[in-house]
């Protein structure tokens, strides 16, 4: 009787002290950090989907009709200035340059022989001066012929590199018909599209900055080793986009880019009176962000947020919160709209020192 009477004890002890603990643990479960958003002046890199284009990049064009009969280089070829890249059959323009040069000889002669008749008063001067004219018609078309001939033989407009050759030897060639492309890759532009009032922002602050140095970031996500620099923006605002054309150049040393590249440009945006929350402060639900708030009755509610941008464990808030809103840092998986919560309170610059950042 007496060992029932000590069981049922011990068991009522355990069950207390189990109670006891799952209470505990309730209420630790129960305790949440909050924090406010940070405002401040910072900057953030924004990345800017941009074409890359050489600095130099043409068609090259065959001037005359023919039949394609030498090619001089190969595709993906590093050609100098000048260097001869095909020959047109050139036999008419040359049979062409001859009958010009010839008929321009017999004007010569028969310009001699007016003038010998014009000065012993036989033929006018009028005469002489019509065989003279003559002399320079026929010269003309002499320049002409070796025009027409000049263009059987196409030569690089500059240095570059060769692209695909579409037609092969014997081809019969209209005049205009594409030969191929040239690239000119010893620098090269990224284009790219800005907002019209992050254009004003780089605008205003561009002198704060000290420079408009940008980096790029290419297909592979490998950032580029050169830096390149803003050195153009366009005149005009796209009216159906709203944005403007931003170009930038980059060294090409290596000629790792080339012509039609895609890639993204990497730029230092400053924001005045950035607003910063933790990014573990958010949670995502179909490509929109999310944040608790914690109301005066310490009841969270989701709030739908605006990124404008992003720093290492920090976003840069557009819109959605203001500096003043207590948001949950902690436990953003385990609570639900309208819960009661108890909460720690954390300053929001103790919160960013503890992410080992620097934000301004």
Same mark, same amino acid.
Request: aromatic share 6%; hydrophobic share 40%.
């Given at each position: 009787?007496?060992?029932?009477?000590?069981?049922t004890?011990?068991?009522? +002890?355990?069950?207390l002290?189990?109670?006891?603990?799952?209470k505990?643990?309730?209420? &630790?479960?129960?305790k949440f950090?909050?924090?406010?958003?940070?405002?401040?002046?910072?900057s953030?890199?924004?990345?800017?989907?941009?074409?890359?284009?050489?600095?130099?990049?043409?068609?090259?064009?065959?001037?005359?009709?023919?039949?394609?009969?030498?090619?001089? *280089?190969?595709?993906?070829q590093y050609?100098?200035?000048?260097?001869?890249?095909f #020959?047109?059959?050139p036999q008419?323009?040359?049979?062409?340059?001859?009958?010009?040069?010839?008929?321009?000889?017999?004007?010569s002669?028969?310009?001699?022989?007016?003038?010998?008749?014009?000065?012993?008063?036989?033929?006018s001067?009028?005469?002489?001066?019509?065989?003279?004219?003559?002399?320079?018609?026929?010269?003309?078309?002499?320049s002409?012929? !070796?025009?027409? %001939?000049?263009?059987?033989?196409? #030569?690089?407009?500059?240095?570059?590199?060769?692209?695909?050759?579409?037609l092969?030897?014997?081809?019969?060639?209209d005049?205009?018909?594409?030969?191929?492309?040239?690239?000119?890759?010893? #620098?090269?532009?990224?284009?790219?599209?800005?907002?019209?009032p992050?254009?004003?922002?780089?605008?205003?602050?561009?002198?704060?900055?000290?420079?408009?140095?940008?980096?790029?970031?290419?297909?592979?996500?490998?950032?580029? !080793?050169?830096?390149? !620099?803003?050195?153009?923006?366009?005149?005009?605002?796209?009216?159906?986009?709203?944005?403007?054309?931003?170009?930038?150049?980059?060294?090409?040393?290596?000629?790792? %880019?080339?012509?039609? &590249?895609?890639?993204?440009?990497?730029?230092t945006v400053?924001v005045?009176?950035?607003? %910063?929350?933790?990014?573990k402060?958010t949670? &995502?639900?179909?490509?929109?962000?999310?944040?608790?708030?914690?109301?005066?009755?310490?009841? *969270?509610?989701? #709030?739908?947020?605006t990124?404008?941008? &992003?720093?290492?464990?920090?976003?840069?808030?557009?819109?959605?919160?203001?500096?003043?809103?207590?948001? +949950?840092?902690?436990?953003?998986?385990?609570?639900?709209?309208?819960d009661?919560?108890q909460?720690?309170?954390?300053k929001?610059?103790?919160v960013?020192?503890?992410?080992?950042?620097?934000?301004?």
């Open positions: 009787m007496k060992k029932n009477v000590l069981y004890g011990i068991i009522a +002890l355990l069950c002290v189990s109670c006891t603990t799952k505990v643990e309730k209420e &630790e479960a129960g950090t909050v924090t406010n958003p940070v405002q401040i002046d910072t953030f890199t924004k990345e800017y989907v941009s074409q890359i284009k050489s600095v130099r990049n043409v068609e090259i064009r065959a001037q005359e009709k023919g039949y394609l009969q030498n090619i001089y *280089v190969d595709e993906g050609v100098q200035a000048g260097q001869l890249l #020959r047109i059959m008419l323009y040359q049979a062409e340059l001859q009958k010009a040069e010839s008929e321009a000889k017999a004007a002669i028969e310009l001699q022989n007016t003038k010998t008749l014009a000065d012993k008063n036989v033929v001067k009028n005469e002489q001066a019509m065989a003279q004219a003559k002399l320079e018609q026929a010269k003309a078309e002499v002409l012929a !070796k025009l027409h %001939l000049s263009f059987t033989e196409i #030569r690089a407009p500059f240095a570059g590199t060769i692209d695909r050759i579409p092969k030897l014997g081809s019969l060639i005049e205009g018909e594409l030969l191929t492309s040239l690239s000119d890759n010893s #620098r090269m532009f990224a284009y790219f599209n800005v907002s019209e992050e254009y004003i922002s780089y605008q205003t602050d561009i002198k704060d900055r000290g420079d408009s140095q940008v980096g790029l970031l290419l297909a592979n996500n490998e950032p580029l !080793k050169y830096k390149g !620099k803003v050195e153009v923006i366009e005149s005009e605002f796209d009216s159906e986009t709203g944005n403007i054309a931003f170009r930038a150049g980059f060294p090409n040393p290596d000629k790792l %880019l080339k012509n039609g &590249e895609t890639g993204k440009v990497l730029m400053p005045k009176k950035a607003l %910063l929350i933790p990014q402060a949670y &995502e639900i179909q490509d929109k962000m999310y944040v608790f708030v914690v109301d005066k009755n310490n009841v *969270v509610k989701s #709030r739908e947020i990124i404008k941008g &992003e720093i290492p464990d920090l976003y840069v808030v557009q819109s959605g919160l203001d500096a003043n809103d207590k948001i +949950l840092l902690e436990g953003v998986q385990t609570v639900k709209d309208d009661k919560i909460y720690g309170y954390e929001p610059h103790d960013i020192s503890q992410l080992k950042l620097k934000a301004e």
